[in-house]
């Protein structure tokens, strides 16, 4: 088989368009790019099916042994209701987030190499010069549209601040708390953004091209939120339009971790400074917030912002806003 001379705009420090000596004598891809998302996402859910098995068994010999203690909850009884798994979880929440980020990052890397015969890097997640700046310019982007989404949502009256709170439960001590919480989310940013936007869209856009690798990828992005608590019609939308924004800073970037520090940011933010729920998921914030209008389409109710209409109000203003920007006359 004959070496595939590609190029990937990963940051690797060569010039535009050119290939790293590594890259050019990098064999093809084992399987085209509709079928190495499909054995993408299917190994990932068998595989890590099977590493939940063994290690499900593996704690059962300990605790009949005597070894380690049984937890204290049961799951069974939680059945299928994704809030009631959440609240018996409690503080092994965080730690299960971070456990399935290694997961995921490890299982992308070991795809990217065997099946795809590519360096991990190619992905655009390295560590290179500007991927701090990319990765802060992330989390400001992410205030930015979070402040308006929040005032907006304020202003109509769907919500109301009535004080401050501890950000933490009253039984954990809030500085672990709090950094066990960052390195979670921080998890959640890197392997969602590797493999949706990483390893998905990038994929997709070697057969299709950006538009309908950006319409597909985040379609599937929004629809693995539709079984997280109070998920909504509306809410898809915003997830998908969400997952649409993030492969622009892709785009734009080429690295990853602008997508990765906006997707860190708005999770970290939303939950922890404005005290709203993530895709459903409840934090506590600093901030002691109400909902005026109980499952207010505008708020997005139990769901969060991402369900209502105030952050398809945002989202609106940002694209008019980029719109403009491009097309405002340039001083002479």
């Known amino acids: 088989m004959n070496p595939e001379t590609w190029t990937t705009d990963d940051n690797t420090g060569n010039a535009p368009g050119e ?67 959440l609240e018996l979880l409690g503080p092994l929440f965080f730690p299960l987030m971070i456990i399935v980020g290694i997961y995921s990052i490890a299982y992308t890397w070991g795809f990217v190499r065997l099946f795809d015969r590519r360096p991990f890097s190619s992905l655009g997640i390295g560590f290179v010069p500007g991927w701090r700046l990319d990765f802060g310019r992330g989390i400001g982007f992410a205030a930015l549209l979070l402040a308006v989404v929040f005032l907006i949502s304020l202003a109509s009256g769907g919500i109301a601040v009535v004080g401050f709170q501890r950000p933490a439960p009253p039984d954990q001590a809030l500085v672990p708390y709090l950094l066990l919480a960052i ?58 339009l969400i997952g649409a924004l993030l492969c622009s800073l892709y785009f734009r970037s080429r690295s990853l971790w602008l997508p990765i520090g906006f997707h860190f940011g ?43 209409f105030a952050l398809l109000i945002g989202l609106a203003l940002l694209a008019a806003w980029l719109v403009w920007k491009r097309t405002k006359p340039r001083r002479q």
Do not use: C
């Open 19 to 85: 290939a790293s000596q590594e890259t050019r004598s990098a064999p093809p891809p084992r399987f085209g790019p509709v079928t190495s998302i499909i054995l993408y996402l299917v190994g990932y859910l068998v595989v890590g099916l099977v590493i939940t098995v063994f290690a499900s068994i593996l704690f059962a010999i300990l605790i009949e042994a005597g070894l380690v203690e049984a937890p204290s909850i049961d799951l069974a009884d939680a059945g299928m209701d994704t809030a009631k798994i």
């Open 266 to 308: 708005w999770n970290f933010l939303l939950g922890f400074a404005y005290s709203l729920p993530v895709s459903g998921l409840p934090f506590h914030g600093i901030l002691e917030v109400v909902e005026l209008e109980p499952e207010s389409r505008l708020a997005g109710g139990i769901y969060g912002p991402e369900g209502g």
């Open 183 to 240: 390195a979670a989310l921080i998890a959640v940013g890197v392997y969602e953004e590797l493999m949706f936007r990483g390893y998905i869209l990038q994929r997709l856009n070697e057969k299709t091209g950006p538009l309908l690798a950006v319409i597909v990828s985040s379609l599937i992005f929004a629809l693995l939120h539709v079984t997280n608590p109070g998920a909504n019609f509306i809410g898809l939308v915003n997830t998908w």
